[in-house]
């Protein structure tokens, strides 16, 4: 297999109306957050099946994220991204028009099941555009502003659009709204203003999708794709369990309202869409594994500790403190983003493959935060979840200390930057 020939010295500002669209996808996508999960339980659901529900959505945003990046080398981030787009419309129809008014669990599960295939495919099929697009020097920015936007809206602007919209919508029509979002958002995204940008990176004749053979065959000569699949899961995956419980932590255990949540989940987005941005610009310029390590993984497992423990004792105390926490919790997930600069440098000759394992780690993230849900809370309560969530971020961080990088690549951050040298905190 060749390599392909490679487009460079695009800037993250080219993809403009990829960024755009992604924003406005996610905000649709987002819309839903804060109240989905009372809303299936005043349909006729139980808490414990709606954590099965998220669970299955999960699995198949998990496989639907695996696919993107082998699929945007075979057919091209476009068609790639169109998928996404039908996925999501055609299963949320059916969704809204017969599984909701039937109050049907079984209906709910599968519409809302498929549907977790549509977003995985169009979010990842124009991060893996960027990152085959844009050159090395600012990967790092391109990928903090593609999770700002992806984070902008979902769920930050989403619950912001959800807040005004329920008292005149309510909750039914506000799907509609979000509905409406995602149609203008997965248009823009399909404009493709570059010549050969969204085009497969292979001809159909040179490249496959790969089978089973060939990715134990990759695995075993790059381990670090799966440290960085299994670093990009645990990630991600506390922010999708608290939509679960998080709410009825709030009301039923602690007393707080339904507005204190929800400027509380918002308030760790908003955190977070900043802080994105400001750690993928640093990344390219201090360590992207030094910036996993520590923002991250240790920085991300003490705020897990806090965001159960805050609400507790200064819930109806301290604002500042309540609030405060959440920001905190943000700003260290921010400290992932270098990830998706880091996942293609470690198979620089085949980005799509490399960027559907760290998909496949976003995406199973989708279904691990709420599986850690549905078994440890039974057993050990919201703490012990919270508990776990802290083990796994701290896990997360000793993985990247192993992940290997070209050292030309690890080393090319701390050699552009103006601070001191013992500044890069990553082991070269």
């Not at 198949?60 to 981030?77: K, N």
């Not at 994105?276 to 990344?283: D, I, R, V, W």
Request: aromatic share 14%; proline share 5%; charged share 10%.
């Amino acid at each position: 297999m060749t390599k392909p020939e490679q487009i460079s010295g695009k800037s993250p500002f080219d993809f403009r109306y990829q960024y755009l669209g992604l924003l406005l996808f996610m905000i649709g996508d987002g819309v839903e957050v804060g109240y989905l999960s009372p809303f299936l339980v005043r349909h006729g659901l139980t808490e414990h099946f709606v954590a099965l529900v998220f669970t299955v959505y999960g699995l198949a945003a998990a496989v639907s994220a695996w696919g993107s990046g082998v699929l945007c080398d075979r057919f091209g981030c476009r068609k790639v991204i169109l998928a996404g787009v039908i996925l999501w419309v055609v299963p949320q129809v059916l969704f809204l028009a017969m599984a909701v008014p039937a109050q049907s669990g079984w209906q709910i599960l599968l519409t809302y099941g498929v549907r977790g295939f549509g977003y995985p495919l169009l979010a990842y099929g124009i991060l893996t555009l960027l990152v085959r697009e844009v050159r090395i020097s600012q990967r790092g920015l391109a990928s903090g502003l593609f999770w700002f936007c992806f984070t902008c809206g979902l769920p930050t602007l989403g619950t912001v659009v959800a807040s005004f919209s329920l008292p005149v919508f309510g909750e039914y029509g506000t799907f509609w709204v979000a509905f409406l979002a995602v149609i203008i958002g997965g248009g823009l995204s399909l404009i493709v203003r570059h010549e050969g940008a969204g085009k497969p990176a292979y001809e159909r004749a040179q490249v496959a999708l790969p089978a089973p053979r060939e990715l134990l065959g990759v695995i075993r000569a790059n381990p670090s794709l799966v440290l960085t699949c299994i670093v990009r899961a645990i990630n991600s995956s506390a922010t999708h369990g608290i939509i679960v419980f998080m709410p009825f932590y709030f009301m039923s255990t602690l007393g707080l309202t339904n507005t204190q949540w929800m400027r509380f989940l918002e308030t760790i987005f908003a955190s977070n869409i900043v802080c994105n941005l400001f750690f993928g610009a640093l990344s390219d310029r201090v360590s992207w594994r030094g910036t996993i390590m520590w923002v991250g993984g240790v920085g991300s497992g003490l705020a897990s500790v806090l965001l159960y423990w805050v609400p507790a004792h200064f819930g109806h105390t301290s604002s500042i403190a309540l609030y405060g926490a959440a920001a905190f919790f943000g700003l260290t997930l921010a400290g992932y983003v270098p990830l998706s600069a880091l996942a293609p440098s470690l198979l620089p000759d085949r980005k799509g493959l490399a960027m559907s394992f760290l998909n496949f780690g976003a995406g199973c993230s989708v279904w691990l935060g709420p599986l850690i849900v549905y078994i440890f809370q039974p057993l050990v309560g919201i703490g012990g979840v919270m508990a776990v969530y802290a083990a796994l971020f701290v896990l997360s961080g000793v993985l990247v200390y192993f992940i290997k990088v070209p050292q030309e690549l690890d080393a090319a951050p701390a050699a552009c930057s103006h601070l001191p040298s013992s500044f890069s905190f990553a082991r070269h």
